[in-house]
């Protein structure tokens, strides 16, 4: 496996690539990969002839007194995971790579709409640094298809959306959710978590599985949503939201919407905060 920092070297081998008529796929991640980011390089490579990954720690999409500066950086680790997984090259680029003025003189990508709920309110400005990077690395690997997990479900629903309104020549994959044996989110932050969080960290999941069963009997929407904080309250957890959405836009669904949902649940436990969903179709 190749590994390249500056946009030059990335560009003159995709063009090889493409010289002898090779499909790209893409996979851009943080880095401090685990077996659910290997799972979207396996998707990649089944979708397409060569495999490029990106390992960058995007300032932008995090806010004040978030974890930019403690989040873990493991970039000889993630070489030896990644070339374990038959990935092709690995795009590592540093911040004056992706942002030549500056981050905070970047032009800035702005999805309006489904930004503005769930994630995007409790972490104003997270979807423009994320919108805004994707499009600059989609700009620099230009990739045919690209894969995003379903952990993040509204980011995955934020690209799709700017990629079809910005009318952007690729296709966008969402992948299943990896997860432990006992229903976690396989999660870079989940190493955050002390012994006894870890212990307690499953009922997010467990949550979500209530409120899918508690719609199939015929519960009303605002009463599952109020158990299920309760829930989550009780466990220990800090929730930002437990909620039921319409997995196209993450619009609230009407009374009797009972097709095409996603329940979708954001908390604190301890100093860590989880997100995880569960499509109920």
């Known amino acids: 496996m190749q590994t390249v920092q500056d946009a030059a070297a990335l560009r003159a081998t995709i063009r090889g690539w493409r010289i002898q008529g090779q499909t790209v796929g893409f996979v851009p991640t943080m880095g401090n990969l685990h077996e659910g980011h290997h799972s979207l390089i396996k998707l990649a490579r089944a979708r397409a002839d060569r495999v490029v990954a990106s390992v960058f720690v995007n300032p932008t999409q995090f806010g004040p007194g978030e974890d930019f500066e403690r989040y873990p950086r493991t970039l000889a680790q993630d070489q030896a995971g990644l070339a374990e997984m038959d990935c092709d090259l690995l795009f590592a680029p540093d911040v004056a790579t992706i942002y030549p003025l500056g981050a905070g003189q970047s032009v800035s990508v702005r999805v309006p709409g489904i930004t503005d709920t769930l994630e995007g309110a409790h972490r104003p400005g997270h979807f423009d640094g994320v919108a805004t990077v994707v499009c600059k690395l989609f700009n620099l690997v230009q990739p045919d298809v690209a894969v995003f997990g379903q952990k993040d479900f509204q980011q995955l629903k934020v690209i799709e959306r700017m990629v079809r309104d910005l009318a952007l020549p690729l296709m966008v994959v969402g992948a299943p959710t990896l997860r432990a044996a006992d ?71 009407a009374d009797d919407e009972r097709e095409g949902l996603v329940a979708l649940i954001a908390a604190r436990l301890g100093g860590t905060r989880l997100i995880d969903n569960l499509a109920f179709d």
């Open 183 to 253: 229903g976690l989110a396989l999660s870079s932050r989940n190493q955050y978590l002390s012994e006894a969080e870890r212990t307690l960290a499953p009922q997010i999941h467990q949550t979500l599985l209530k409120m899918r069963e508690l719609l199939e009997k015929g519960h009303a929407r605002k009463v599952i949503e109020q158990v299920a904080t309760s829930t989550l309250e009780r466990g220990g957890f800090q929730p930002d939201y437990a909620v039921i959405r319409r997995a196209e836009d993450l619009a609230e669904p």
